[in-house]
Every structure is written in structure tokens, then in C-alpha cells.
């Protein structure tokens, strides 16, 4: 399963977190958001880069590869970390391959 990359900047980080909880965004994916660069961590929207008031982070001093060990099953941590690698690419490339918000309600709808 490859990393998605949804580009959520359009919307205010209140309403990105909401969308971050919509069926098409899993864990290990990317979302690009008004405050910098997040990850999607089992059910918690994490940032990467950036600091948010809304999105949740990783505590000072903890690195991804710590972070990761505590994802309960198997294949999470290295599908976590995959996400994180692609979240730390230059914003420009992240955006050209970014699914659009309209994308996602699409997703989200059909899923529906």
C-alpha cells in the first residue's frame, strides 16, 4: 500500500482534523495542512513539520523511529515510517502529487 499525500491547506486546521478522521485517509498518510505537514497516525493526525495547536505532535526528544515503535500491529511502524520519509520531501514535490480536497469528499463519498 503506497502513501497518499492530501493537500488540506485550502481549509482551517479544525476542519482538516475532521477530514483526517474521513474513510479514505489511513494510517501512514500524508496531509498537507495550513500549519505545515502532517501525518496520519492510526486515528491521530501527527505533525511532521510545523507546529499546529489543533494536530497533535511528537514530544520533544522522541524520534519518528521511537514514536513508531508503539504502533500495535504489525507492518505499522515500517508503513508509519514510509509516511514520515515521504512527509520530510521538499513541499513543491508533495504538491504535485497531492490529491485536491475535492478529491478526497469524492473518495469519502463513494466510501459512504
Known sequence: MSTKIF???????????????????KHGDVMLVADGVAIMCEAWPVMVAGASDVFHRVA?????????LDCPRPGMAARL???????????????????????????????A
Open 7 to 25: 493537500d488540506l491547506r485550502a481549509l482551517d486546521m479544525s476542519s482538516a482534523y475532521d477530514w483526517s478522521q474521513s474513510e479514505p485517509i
Open 60 to 68: 520533544d526528544g522522541v524520534t519518528w523511529e521511537r514514536f513508531a
Open 81 to 111: 515510517l514510509a509516511g514520515v520519509a515521504v512527509a520530510r520531501r521538499p513541499v513543491a514535490e508533495l504538491v504535485a502529487e497531492a490529491l485536491t480536497y475535492s478529491e478526497l469528499a469524492a473518495m469519502a463519498e463513494a466510501a
